[in-house]
């Protein structure tokens, strides 16, 4: 896929608030998306995928929603504590490619 | 194992010298990457592995670095005469790939990475 990018490279909220974490990517032939969450000294973890024939889906806490009119994506968690800071990334898919990662946001949640 | 392990999780070299990076991917996993990530930077595809394919190299940055995969299962990242330019942390991520639908959806498991420091 062409490249993924965020429009915010940090993001502070505060405990409790909702978090919307954001992701415009070029490729419209990208047809899954995938949201991964690292935090310091750790490799990414997978929080949650969507597929090109969705516009939203539900995990715990997290919402992802895709709108492919302006390929832009987006991941809100609801209630944010402390834990969830950490450097959020999206990332494209087209096909059976490789998966391409944007350069991450990171998200700090006050006490 | 239980996750993606890689060693060492700290590596400090001179620039010039030869290093050798090793993943252990999650048992039963065809597929294998590697993926480097610089200071306040994504993630950068370097090279992937899948079953007895022929390896997909179209991310390495230069004929300094090589990969292989042993049996199928752990893989050796390689740099030779590493530059300051290449430090960074190395991850490698594995996954059961999965075909759903018309595209292949793939969720990766990575490891912790390899930081690497070239002095």
């Known amino acids: 896929g062409e490249s993924v990018g965020l429009h915010l490279p940090t993001l502070s909220v505060q405990e409790g608030d909702n978090s919307i974490i954001n992701c415009a990517y070029s490729n419209s032939a990208s047809d899954y998306f995938i949201w991964y969450k690292q935090e310091s000294g750790k490799g990414p973890q997978f929080i949650i995928d969507i597929r090109s024939n969705m516009d939203k889906r539900q995990g715990q806490r997290v919402t992802v929603l895709l709108n492919k009119t302006v390929k832009h994506l987006s991941l809100q968690i609801a209630a944010t504590q402390p834990g969830d800071s950490a450097v959020y990334f999206c990332a494209d898919q087209v096909g059976y490619s490789t998966l391409t990662f944007g350069k991450g946001t990171m998200l700090l949640v006050s006490p | 194992g239980a996750g993606v392990s890689q060693s060492p999780s700290n590596k400090v070299t001179e620039k010039g010298k030869d290093v050798e990076l090793r993943c252990d991917p999650i048992?039963?996993?065809?597929?294998l990457y590697w993926y480097r990530q610089s200071l306040g930077q994504g993630l950068e595809f370097l090279i992937y592995?899948?079953?007895?394919?022929?390896?997909?190299k179209s991310g390495l940055p230069s004929d300094r670095f090589s990969a292989e995969r042993t049996g199928g299962s752990v893989s050796t990242l390689t740099i030779q005469r590493t530059q300051q330019e290449d430090s960074a942390v190395y991850l490698c991520?594995?996954?059961?790939?999965?075909?759903?639908?018309?595209?292949?959806?793939?969720?990766?498991?990575f490891g912790a990475g390899s930081r690497l420091t070239v002095l």
């Open positions: 592995f899948q079953g007895n394919s022929a390896p997909d």
């Open positions: 048992s039963g996993h065809t597929a």
């Open positions: 991520a594995s996954s059961f790939f999965v075909r759903v639908g018309p595209t292949g959806a793939n969720v990766l498991t």
